[in-house]
């Protein structure tokens, strides 16, 4: 495969999509309604990406396989067995996501074994590792974006539960009280996850009647308000009290690493992982919930989250740096006045238009592609050197080029 090639992407449909907006990216009025939840852009074996090689569509997987060098570059493919080592997604959601943390990768490749070994189909619902690998991603919004990211400081969230005053709570919460530290943090989690359901739902309804009082000056009461709409037995709906809630206005960018417990609330982004898809889910969901899995996987490290850095490295690129090494996020606005030139050492690119019209020209053979909003394409190591013209915004999946 020596050419840029359109990829023909697969969308998740999940209950918390979004019934609108993947579907006014790519043009889909006839899929409006359904709950669109993640556009895939990728080689993961669950939805790969299709793309034309011999004027036939073969799934991108595929295609890697069959020529790895050509399209991953020597010292990547050698570097991650041949395997593109990222998942691009574009994710909307209109409804909550599941309060959930992702393994590292030991974590991963002993929960694939033992999954196995118990013979657990990879489908069923029971079934918490999906592949061998772990699963850092970056999040970066389109909209504002709202979610739920890493625990707050201690004091905290002791001060918030102290506001909800919590009576059915008082035993759990004296356990992060009498040990405000990482040790404290687990045991107080732990008790939550594990109450008694009559204890649970008792304590969800002493939440929510003070939550509901004080709604209009903490935001993180009027989202348990609203996550107890959604899942009114669920312990999760404490979590906007225990874990930090964090708004990204368009262009900001967050990390979560593994063994970081998250829930992306409402919104639409860009989104940027480890190409995995192992989650394990500890609330607001009705889907397969394991709590001594998520508890193993959970690292229990307390403290405010910061946003990614985002550097300028080109007059019209903007790099989200993170510490992954399988995965970099780049931000591309061309027009008129600026034009993007790619680097010469570099492996296979994932590109998406999200905005305008732009043609992406091979510098050495010529090529030349026209894309629009919702259009991605391939960029293979093969082609080294390529030029965006026009006026567009793009999002560029990449590998770091120390790897390269």
């Given at each position: 495969?020596?050419?840029?090639?359109?990829?023909?992407?697969?969308?998740?449909?999940?209950?918390?999509?979004?019934?609108?907006?993947?579907?006014?990216?790519?043009?889909?009025?006839?899929?409006?309604?359904?709950?669109?939840?993640?556009?895939?852009?990728?080689?993961?074996?669950?939805?790969?990406?299709?793309?034309?090689?011999?004027?036939?569509?073969?799934?991108?997987?595929?295609?890697?396989?069959?020529?790895?060098?050509s399209?991953?570059?020597?010292?990547?493919?050698?570097?991650?067995?041949?395997?593109?080592?990222?998942?691009?997604?574009?994710?909307?959601?209109?409804?909550?996501?599941?309060?959930?943390?992702?393994?590292?990768?030991?974590?991963?490749?002993?929960?694939?074994?033992?999954?196995?070994?118990?013979?657990?189909?990879?489908?069923?619902?029971?079934?918490?590792?999906?592949?061998?690998?772990?699963?850092?991603?970056?999040?970066?919004?389109?909209?504002?974006?709202?979610?739920?990211?890493?625990?707050?400081?201690?004091?905290?969230?002791?001060?918030?539960?102290?506001?909800?005053?919590?009576?059915?709570?008082?035993?759990?919460?004296?356990?992060?009280?009498?040990?405000?530290?990482?040790?404290?943090?687990?045991?107080?989690?732990?008790?939550?996850?594990?109450?008694?359901?009559?204890?649970?739902?008792?304590?969800?309804?002493?939440?929510?009647?003070?939550?509901?009082?004080?709604?209009?000056?903490?935001?993180?009461?009027?989202?348990i308000?609203?996550?107890?709409r959604?899942?009114?037995g669920?312990?999760?709906?404490?979590?906007?009290?225990?874990?930090?809630?964090?708004?990204?206005?368009p262009?900001?960018?967050?990390?979560?690493?593994?063994?970081?417990?998250?829930?992306?609330?409402?919104?639409?982004?860009?989104?940027?992982?480890?190409?995995?898809?192992?989650?394990?889910?500890?609330?607001?969901?009705?889907?397969?919930?394991?709590?001594?899995?998520?508890?193993?996987?959970?690292?229990?490290?307390?403290?405010?989250?910061?946003?990614?850095?985002?550097?300028?490295?080109?007059?019209?690129?903007?790099?989200?740096?993170?510490?992954?090494?399988?995965?970099?996020l780049?931000?591309?606005?061309?027009?008129?006045?600026?034009?993007?030139?790619?680097?010469?050492?570099?492996?296979?690119?994932?590109?998406?238009?999200?905005?305008?019209?732009?043609?992406?020209?091979?510098?050495?053979?010529?090529?030349?592609?026209a894309?629009?909003?919702?259009?991605?394409?391939?960029?293979?190591?093969?082609?080294?050197?390529?030029?965006?013209?026009?006026?567009a915004?793009?999002?560029?999946?990449?590998?770091?080029?120390?790897?390269?």
């Amino acid at each position: 495969m020596d050419k840029i090639s359109i990829l023909k992407n697969s969308v998740q449909e999940y209950a918390w999509g979004s019934r609108t907006e993947i579907q006014n990216i790519i043009g889909d009025p006839g899929s409006l309604g359904k709950p669109m939840a993640e556009l895939w852009m990728g080689a993961h074996p669950k939805a790969p990406s299709q793309v034309m090689v011999d004027g036939e569509w073969l799934c991108l997987d595929k295609a890697i396989a069959k020529d790895p060098e050509s399209i991953l570059g020597k010292r990547v493919a050698e570097r991650f067995s041949n395997q593109l080592p990222f998942l691009f997604k574009v994710l909307a959601a209109e409804r909550p996501l599941s309060v959930q943390v992702h393994p590292n990768k030991k974590q991963a490749q002993q929960g694939v074994e033992r999954e196995n070994l118990m013979a657990i189909p990879l489908d069923a619902a029971n079934r918490n590792y999906k592949d061998n690998n772990h699963k850092p991603e970056i999040l970066c919004a389109l909209k504002p974006f709202h979610g739920l990211i890493g625990f707050r400081p201690i004091e905290e969230i002791l001060e918030l539960l102290a506001k909800l005053g919590i009576p059915s709570l008082a035993d759990e919460i004296t356990l992060l009280t009498n040990r405000p530290d990482w040790h404290g943090l687990r045991l107080f989690f732990s008790a939550l996850l594990c109450m008694e359901v009559s204890v649970r739902h008792e304590a969800i309804k002493q939440a929510v009647t003070a939550a509901e009082k004080y709604r209009d000056v903490e935001p993180a009461f009027s989202w348990i308000v609203e996550l107890y709409r959604e899942y009114p037995g669920d312990i999760g709906v404490l979590s906007p009290a225990i874990c930090n809630l964090v708004r990204l206005e368009p262009g900001e960018a967050i990390y979560v690493p593994a063994g970081l417990p998250h829930a992306y609330l409402r919104g639409l982004g860009i989104e940027l992982m480890a190409n995995s898809d192992n989650v394990l889910r500890g609330g607001l969901t009705p889907k397969q919930v394991n709590v001594n899995e998520f508890l193993n996987v959970v690292e229990f490290h307390s403290g405010h989250v910061r946003k990614v850095e985002k550097v300028s490295n080109d007059v019209c690129q903007f790099i989200y740096k993170t510490p992954a090494k399988e995965f970099e996020l780049s931000l591309i606005s061309v027009d008129k006045k600026c034009t993007f030139t790619s680097a010469m050492n570099r492996s296979a690119e994932v590109i998406i238009c999200l905005k305008g019209m732009a043609d992406i020209i091979d510098i050495v053979s010529g090529q030349r592609l026209a894309v629009s909003q919702g259009i991605s394409f391939l960029v293979p190591a093969i082609v080294s050197r390529y030029r965006i013209e026009g006026c567009a915004t793009l999002y560029r999946a990449s590998v770091p080029d120390w790897h390269l």
